[in-house]
């Protein structure tokens, strides 16, 4: 099976993996305790698939030939270090 099919089965699988469950509480009807709170939780299904994916993308990307060639002399791995600097400055 392809990766992107794969990922496809995947992203069905998690949206209808919830289709029998129970319906959720209103906030006013559930009962708690004096030392107890209710905390409602918003998940964004979409945005945490996405985080989680594996797909990748080509960008291109300009640098001096001279740091291009400093970074391959040091085996630096140019991709990984793009991806982390930008989750960096995403604060993520």
């Known amino acids: 099976m392809a ?7 995947l992203e069905d699988y998690i949206f209808n ?6 319906k959720p ?3 006013k009807d559930i009962k708690v305790e004096s030392n107890q709170c209710v905390a409602l939780i918003e ?3 979409d945005q945490l698939i996405k985080r989680n994916s594996s797909k990748t ?3 291109t990307l300009t ?6 060639e400093l970074g391959i002399k040091n085996k630096l791995n140019f991709s990984k270090i793009l ?7 995403l604060g993520i």
């Open 3 to 9: 990766k992107d099919a794969l990922e496809l089965v």
């Open 17 to 22: 993996m919830f289709e029998d469950a129970s």
């Open 25 to 27: 509480s209103q906030i």
């Open 43 to 45: 998940v964004d299904v």
């Open 57 to 59: 993308i080509n960008k």
């Open 63 to 68: 640098l001096p030939s001279w740091l291009n």
């Open 83 to 89: 991806q982390d600097g930008i989750k960096k400055e």
